[in-house]
């Protein structure tokens, strides 16, 4: 719910500006990885997922970037809107679900 | 529509009490997944099941049950035993056989009075 963005860092972006969020993974055997969003009281939702053997995918509005050489996952959404407004977490997953690791999130303020 | 739901959406628990939580899908999904999620944490793992009558502890599996009779359905129960109850926990389900990660409820904030 709420309390689920305290302590979180945060990310203040005007509205039609792009937004950035990084997320550093923990494991270099991980060949899957998952953005969601979570917005106040509902639970996370699927935004885009990527595989190991790709470096960048896009879907609407958001684009993945997968650096493997450092462990770091990327989301960028285009054209941010008040909508977007949410706490943003990055998964992880090693070759099955029961594995999945969740990052801490990020809360994204969009400013109109 | 299909979907994931957990009910209730609020529940107060006193002290030495057990409560259960309640999860259901109808999108056919083989697996599902039991989290908690603390503020400025991520999400921790606490029972999942990728069968009917079978599943396994997470990380965090002290102080609860779960059981998984039918494949709709994998409730939780939050026991006395768990120390610190007072969290929103999240169900979610998913597939065994692609990578599309998970389909998540909205959530049950837990609070002990």
């Known amino acids: 719910g709420e309390s689920v963005g305290l302590h979180l860092p945060t990310l203040s972006v005007q509205e039609g500006d792009n937004s950035i969020i990084n997320c550093a993974y923990s494991?270099?055997?991980?060949?899957?990885f998952i953005w969601y969003k979570q917005e106040s009281g509902k639970g996370p939702q699927f935004i885009i997922d990527i595989r190991s053997n790709m470096d960048k995918r896009q879907g609407q509005r958001v684009t993945v970037l997968l650096n493997k050489t450092v462990k770091h996952l990327s989301l960028q959404i285009a054209a941010t809107q008040p909508g977007d407004s949410a706490v943003y977490f990055c998964a992880e997953n090693i070759g099955g679900y029961q594995k999945v690791t969740f990052g801490t999130g990020t809360k994204l303020q969009v400013i109109p | 529509d299909g979907g994931i739901t957990q009910s209730p959406k609020y529940l107060f628990r006193k002290e030495g009490q057990n409560v259960t939580l309640s999860c259901e899908q109808n999108l056919n999904h083989d697996a599902m997944y039991w989290y908690r999620q603390d503020p400025g944490q991520g999400l921790r793992l606490i029972y999942y099941s990728q069968i009917v009558n079978d599943f396994q502890k997470g990380d965090i599996a002290e102080g609860y049950s779960v059981s998984r009779e039918k494949k709709e359905s994998f409730p939780l129960t939050v026991t006395s035993a768990q120390k610190n109850p007072t969290a929103f926990y999240l169900c979610?389900?998913?597939?065994?056989?692609?990578?599309?990660?998970?389909?998540f409820g909205s959530g049950t904030r837990l609070t002990v009075v």
């Open positions: 494991n270099s055997a991980s060949d899957y």
């Open positions: 979610a389900s998913s597939r065994l056989d692609t990578d599309r990660g998970y389909t």
